[in-house]
């Protein structure tokens, strides 16, 4: 039997109509919490409205052009949205500890005073956010998870567009889109720990998306917006390069980055914050945390009792020299880079680099969860990639969110994470050395 076409117009009302009924069913179903009512509706309407910005992306995604597509599209998002909300008024130790203060600070000052005065610890740009979650009346815990949680929307969005621009397949790019916002760490990331990776994580995989559609520009300044929200963003700088080696990217446009991210602090600065101490929030961060490894399974967890200062070096150290080896192979291979092997590309400095670091969280992994997926999506036979990579992360998210729980012994998980890029590289090898990869890289 043949496939149904549906008209644009038709998805968008059933987008609309769909979108109610997940903010009625989502207040239904809350109110046997014990939550104020205010928190109730900001919860309801919040997330109805995320729920309908997932389904207009597909309305407008031909891979939705079919009935059986948008109905999956449909319901699949609607369960995840769901399983969201669900985990919503859980209060981690870092909301507790810090945002939450944050916001109150924030909300006790006149808004040029809040611009210019340091809060926390993050870049402006995150503060701008926080800045108007505190001027709208309702429960900051909500409304700072639903912007994780929309950005967990753009990041599935931005993963298909990229398996789009792969595979040309309708299906699995939209399989692409739900398993992306299905990922264990992504759910917990925004929804349950209210943390807001997936907003610089966006930015990276959009990112990738322009280097694989050879827009230099565009891509330099996803990489810079990405940039001004996370530090960890520099573990893809790597990937950046390799672009430019193989002329994705183009010299004059890094000229990108310097412009983007004084504009995203620029509000801050004309309101009177010093410059010099915005450019130095990052080198702060850095010096945070003096510790080899901040529960994150890397290669750490195989030193016990050492001199921190003289490990914390020679990681340093190691991470560059794993990155120069990287950009060396890169390099002479570069034309045999297409678009399978600069996806790999990205996918080993966002997983190598953090692994190899001292100081890392669990968190920092995040970008490499996603793009294990991609991993998978154009190699199926690396099946096993995004199991072991997300199953480490979570185990790593499980010990912070759950009490100490330890499910699998840390060193087992490192040890993992150390076979999986062996195999990545080694099957990263094995295929830009077969004969046909040069001919389909001659266009890049």
């Known amino acids: 039997m043949k496939d149904i076409t549906l008209p644009r117009g038709i998805k968008f009302l059933v987008s609309a109509f769909a979108s109610v009924v997940m903010g009625l ?7 046997g919490e014990t939550i104020m009512l205010s928190t ?3 919860t309801a309407v919040s997330f109805s409205l995320i729920y309908l910005v997932a389904l207009l992306l597909l309305s407008f995604a031909k891979e939705t052009d079919n009935i059986s597509g948008f109905c999956f599209g449909v319901l699949s998002v609607a369960t995840l949205v769901f399983i969201r909300v669900c985990l919503l008024y859980f209060a981690s130790a870092d909301y507790n500890t810090f945002l939450s203060y944050w916001v109150e600070d924030l909300k006790n000052m006149p808004i040029a005073s809040a611009l210019s005065t340091p809060v926390g610890d993050y870049n402006v740009p995150y503060l701008y956010i926080l800045l108007i979650i505190s001027r709208i009346p309702a429960s900051d815990l909500v409304l700072i998870k639903a912007v994780s949680c929309l950005f967990d929307i753009l990041l599935g969005y931005a993963v298909m567009l990229v398996t789009r621009e792969i595979t040309k397949s309708k299906s699995i790019s939209l399989l692409a889109f739900v398993i992306t916002i299905a990922i264990p760490t992504v759910i917990l990331n925004g929804a349950m720990w209210g943390q807001c990776d997936s907003i610089y994580a966006y930015f990276c995989v959009m990112t990738l998306y322009f280097a ?17 929200f996370k530090l960890q963003t520099v573990f893809l700088l790597p990937a950046v390069i390799i672009c430019l080696f193989i002329g ?6 890094l000229v990108w980055f310097p412009i983007v991210n004084l504009a995203m602090v620029l509000p801050s600065v ?6 010099f101490d915005v450019f130095m929030i990052y080198f702060k961060q850095t010096q945070n945390y003096p510790s080899l490894d901040m529960n994150a399974p890397t290669i750490f967890r195989f030193v016990f009792n050492v001199d921190f200062e003289w490990f914390n070096t020679l990681g340093i150290m190691l991470a560059g020299f794993g990155v120069l080896c990287l950009l060396y192979f890169a390099f002479i ?3 045999k880079i297409d678009n399978r092997a600069l996806i790999t590309f990205f996918y080993l400095s966002a997983l190598a680099v953090p692994y190899l670091l001292p100081r890392m969280h669990e968190r920092y992994f995040f970008v490499a969860d996603v793009l294990s997926v991609l991993v998978f999506l154009v190699a199926r036979k690396l099946w096993y990639v995004p199991v072991i990579n997300i199953f480490a992360s979570f185990i790593a ?3 912070y969110l759950f009490g100490g729980v330890t499910i699998v012994n840390y060193i087992y998980v490192a040890i993992a994470l150390m076979v999986i890029i062996l195999l990545v590289i080694k099957d990263l090898y094995k295929y830009m050395n077969t004969s046909s990869v040069g001919k389909e890289a001659g266009n890049g």
């Open 333 to 335: 291979k570069r034309n």
């Open 40 to 42: 109730l509706i900001v």
């Open 397 to 399: 998210y499980a010990y």
């Open 212 to 228: 694989l559609r050879k827009k230099g520009a565009a891509a330099v300044i996803m990489f810079s917006l990405a940039f001004s």
């Open 25 to 31: 069913f989502c207040a239904v179903v809350l109110s």
């Open 248 to 253: 994705r990217i183009k010299p004059l446009h």
């Open 270 to 275: 004309v309101c009177g914050r010093n410059i």
